[in-house]
């Protein structure tokens, strides 16, 4: 017995790093944690026996969502807009493993979100040691500002270009990733029409049976399987769980209506790894000139949208609405073929 825990010792003294490093529990940094897809996200993560520092505006309703785990979680109160906020939240943290970031959404302020804030925590974590995984959610489409998706939502936030945004700060993270060579690896899930789980269940219950939809590069279509039926939040969810120990550095599309089980890992050993050499971080030249792009294609599309009303009007005026309508028809269609043909695949 003397001789049995002899040899113990002596094990753990010759290798104290791994004999430690099994009993300590990850802890990830979230960001939109109380979010709808956010409290998911966390949730699989206290399941899985991660514990949690949740970076938030408000502490207080922060604890009362989760309130049966306060002795798992570690809470920041800060703004995303507050730099100095970004980095107490690593600072006062030396045990973080992981940063999954999900904030963002309807009415948000994306460049300040979805570009600068991720942009900082990026830094941020490629600055701690400890830190090996980074998860973000961006958006499909979030590189071709012609799309249909894009022209949507960039009008609808026209101030803030979220589909810009979200591509900067897609760019920000590779970079970040770079400075680190090996040590952080990256996944950045560009979810495709999102919606809420009973809801989408209900009008959905096939694809609620089905699993996911992994592609590479910027390949859905708005009026494909991502438009619609897309995906619900509980399977968005899942996805960032699934990527939260991945080896290497990805950028993947991600819906539903596929064959890949939502919790599934293994999608990863099929994909390519993100070839980039960023060998500067984004200068000011090319924040512009995004911006610009997805800004430009949004004018174009209300500049023909403008001219086919104009032209209509005329096809009514001089032929009567019956015929005027019969003429527009066909030079809808023409449009439409020309801005898919010419337009829409764009990528920035």
């Known amino acids: 017995m003397i001789s049995y825990f002899i040899c113990l010792l002596y094990l753990t003294l010759l290798n104290p790093v791994k004999s430690l490093s099994t009993n300590i529990p990850k802890r990830a940094l979230l960001t939109g944690a109380t979010g709808r897809t956010g409290k998911i996200v966390s949730n699989l993560l206290l399941e899985k026996g991660y514990n949690l520092c949740i970076f938030c505006r408000d502490e207080e309703k922060a604890r009362q ?22 980095q107490s939240a690593f600072t006062s943290n030396d045990d973080l493993s992981h940063v999954v970031f999900m904030a963002g959404g309807e009415g948000a302020d994306y460049k300040c979100v979805n570009y600068k804030g991720v942009a900082e925590f990026a830094k941020q974590a490629a600055d701690c040691p400890s830190i090996g995984n980074f998860v973000v959610i961006s958006s499909a489409w979030a590189s071709r500002p012609y799309s249909i998706a894009s022209l949507l939502f960039n009008s609808l936030y026209f101030d803030t270009l979220p589909m ?33 789980d009973a809801r989408w269940k209900e009008k959905y219950p096939e694809a609620y049976e089905m699993g996911l939809t992994y592609e590479q590069g910027d390949k859905f279509e708005f009026l494909g399987k991502a438009g619609r039926p897309g995906m619900c ?30 919790n599934d890992t293994g999608i990863y050993k099929n994909l390519v790894q993100d070839q980039t050499d960023f060998g ?25 949208a403008i001219a086919t009303a104009i032209a209509g009007l005329t096809l009514m005026i001089t032929n009567g609405i019956f015929g005027g309508l019969l003429l527009l028809v066909p030079l809808n269609a023409v449009i439409l073929l020309v801005w898919s043909k010419f337009y829409a695949n764009y990528q920035t």
């Open 65 to 86: 969502i989760f309130d049966k785990d306060l002795d798992r979680i570690k809470f920041i109160e800060g703004d995303l807009a507050n730099v100095k906020d970004i």
């Open 164 to 196: 810009g945004s979200h591509f900067l700060g897609e760019q920000a993270l590779k970079y970040a990733s770079k400075q680190t060579e090996e040590r952080m690896n990256y996944v950045i899930l560009r979810a495709g029409g999102l919606n809420e």
């Open 233 to 262: 939040r509980t399977q968005l969810a899942s996805a960032v769980v699934a990527a939260m120990d991945i080896d290497g550095k990805y950028t993947v599309e991600v819906t539903g209506s596929g064959n890949v089980p939502w």
């Open 280 to 304: 500067s971080s984004i200068s000011i030249d090319q924040e512009v000139e995004i911006y610009e792009i997805h800004s430009n294609a949004v004018m174009q599309l209300r500049n023909t």
